[in-house]
């Protein structure tokens, strides 16, 4: 509490992201899906092309090359495309500029309890109401919650987080149809690791009201640079640009938009990260259930994983061996530990302290 802090900023509960270790601490790090392998080599070539004297310069407002290398990966024209720094920023302008104030509408945004929990945040500190629509009980998004329900916009994760559970486009498309007065927006952070996925972005040309919103983060290694971008249909993607320009009119720094188009334009370096994610995350489902966990089937580089000992005790317990799982300390989730996909190095490692957390338990 602040009394120069106005009531906004008092009231609101900011989101809390994943712990992140201390420099130097050597930990093994599966709380916040981040890729454990490097970006693809062609990054550091463009790094050794880039001229430093130019940043003496403001970037590209528009990330043109990087528009143009996202046009090239997700088959789109590049006046679809809107560049921001971070998906979250790109969801946070996303909010801004299509879902409406309470103050000039009783609608809601309608969004999944449960799903990334920056939603709620968004919508607290741009004034919107909002209206959390439970998933099924195994976790799955039924789009029927979302026909016939009044709303000035529709946001969710596909696939979803923490529950790590993904719908079909067809069920996208269904959404955005029954919903043609309101912009849905699908975030897509996990959408490539799904072995022959289908992106929402298919659906652009058919809906002008859905927004695609994609990272660099998760599936191209490069949590580091924030890159994010949104694909939509052009008079969405003006309408964002305007909200940029009123806000902050050269969001992605040189730097970043050099090694995001570079990354972009290496799909087949891409597509082996996600073949490696992928056959990990298989086998390490399996050892789990082995185990005794239980799980949603995964669409994306984490388990969502209901262990078959205490839950708290054992996130803590492998928190002090050095492995970092998020814990969500809430109704249901709670039972839960999410679990980041790493190498098989570390996946191996996790295993055998949880087999020996196990152990414990039994004896005690
Ligand atoms: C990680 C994540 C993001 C954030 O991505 P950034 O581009 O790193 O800001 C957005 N949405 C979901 C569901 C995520 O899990």
């Known amino acids: 509490m602040s009394k120069y802090w106005n009531k906004l900023i008092n009231d609101i509960e900011p989101y809390v992201a994943g712990e992140q270790p201390k420099p130097g601490q050597k930990v093994i790090k ?18 050794e092309k880039f001229n430093l004297a130019d940043l003496r310069l403001y970037p590209d407002t528009n990330s043109t090359d990087v528009i143009k290398a996202a046009a090239a990966f997700d088959g789109v024209s590049e006046e679809n495309i809107f560049c921001g720094n971070g998906s979250d920023e790109v969801l946070a302008i996303c909010f801004q500029t299509f879902f409406e104030k309470k103050a000039l509408t009783g609608l809601p945004v309608l969004m999944p309890d449960y799903s990334y929990s920056f939603y709620p945040v968004f919508s607290e500190f741009y004034d919107l109401r909002r209206k959390t629509i439970p998933l099924k009980e195994d976790f799955r998004l039924d789009p029927d919650d979302y026909i016939g329900v009044p709303n000035c916009g529709i946001v969710f994760a596909n696939p979803n987080a923490p529950t790590s559970r993904a719908i079909a486009v067809e069920d996208c498309s ?9 912009v849905v927006i699908v975030d897509e952070a996990y959408v490539a690791f799904e072995e022959n996925y289908e992106s929402a972005v298919s659906l652009i040309g058919k809906y002008k009201n859905i927004c695609v919103v994609r990272t660099l983060s998760k599936a191209f290694s490069l949590a580091g640079i924030r890159l994010g971008y949104a694909v939509a249909d052009k008079e969405l993607i003006e309408g964002l640009r305007r909200a940029r320009d009123s806000f902050n009119s050269y969001p992605v720094d040189r730097l970043a938009q050099k090694v995001a188009e570079a990354a ?19 086998w ?12 949603p089937p995964s669409s994306s ?8 000992v205490d839950c708290g005790a054992l996130y803590q317990n492998l928190r002090s061996k050095g492995i970092l799982v998020r814990y969500f300390n809430k109704p249901v989730l709670k039972d839960y530990l999410r679990i980041t996909i790493g190498t098989d190095e570390e996946m191996t490692e996790l295993l055998k302290a949880i087999r020996e957390e196990i152990k414990d338990a039994e004896n005690s």
């Open 264 to 282: 972009l334009l290496d799909t087949g370096y891409y597509n082996e990260t996600r073949a490696k994610i992928i056959a990990t995350r298989t």
């Open 301 to 308: 580089n984490f388990v969502f994983a209901k262990p078959p």
């Open 284 to 295: 390490v489902e399996k050892e789990l259930k082995e185990l005794g966990f239980t799980m």
């Open 30 to 47: 599966l709380n916040t899906n981040e890729n454990p392998y490097p970006p693809t080599p062609k990054v550091r070539e463009a790094l």
């Open 174 to 182: 269904r959404i955005a149809e029954a919903n043609p007065d309101s």
